[in-house]
């Protein structure tokens, strides 16, 4: 079986791929926010007591 390439089948994998970066990026901007929110905290080691 032969894949032919025309110009149509590359601009739409280009857009697949650029949808998939734009997902990664939301993904990790969402990951970055839930790891400055309690759920980081809470993912953080435990502080050592002063008592």
């Known amino acids: 079986m032969s894949v032919e390439w025309n110009a ?3 601009a739409s994998l280009n857009s697949v791929a650029n949808d998939l970066l734009e ?3 939301t993904f990790i901007s969402v ?3 839930i ?3 309690e759920l980081g905290e ?3 080691p435990p502080v050592p007591s002063t008592r």
């Open 8 to 10: 149509n089948d590359g």
């Open 23 to 25: 997902d990664l990026t």
């Open 31 to 33: 990951a970055e926010d």
């Open 35 to 37: 790891n400055k929110s």
């Open 42 to 44: 809470l993912a953080a």
